[in-house]
């Protein structure tokens, strides 16, 4: 199993990004894509999920309105796009798969490396 996390980069408060995850090495229709961040000093926390198989999406609170994940499956990708963006959204975004859909990192079995977002206020 495989994780490619990229897309990010430096950007000004209120203004956007889009996160890919490039899976591969299991049946990406199966299984549930999501993303997580860490800042430094803080504990990771959940982002959004997308399950591959029907579509289904959910949001952590802090990001609904503003975020939007969603899937390629004929690319076996992942996206988020982040719109609106803050200064506290600056962190680490990591990639992962689940067998259900979760905002619990603990129910996430295979990481990407993760891709650094900065927003400048």
């Known amino acids: 199993v495989q994780l490619q996390a990229s897309g990010g980069g430096l950007v000004q408060a209120g203004g956007s990004l889009r996160l890919s995850c490039a899976a591969s090495?299991?049946?990406?229709?199966?299984?549930?894509i999501g993303w997580f961040r860490q800042a430094p000093g803080k504990e990771r926390e959940a982002v959004s999920c997308?399950?591959?198989?029907?579509?289904?999406?959910y949001y952590a609170d802090s990001v609904k309105g503003r975020f939007t994940i969603s899937s390629d499956n004929a690319k076996n990708t992942v996206y988020l796009q982040m719109n609106s963006l803050k200064p506290e959204d600056t962190a680490v975004y990591y990639c992962a798969t689940s067998g259900r859909p979760s905002l619990s990192p603990d129910d996430y079995n295979y990481w990407g490396q993760g891709t650094q977002v900065t927003v400048s206020s």
């Open positions: 997308i399950s591959s198989s029907d579509g289904s999406t």
């Open positions: 090495g299991f049946n990406f229709d199966d299984y549930v």
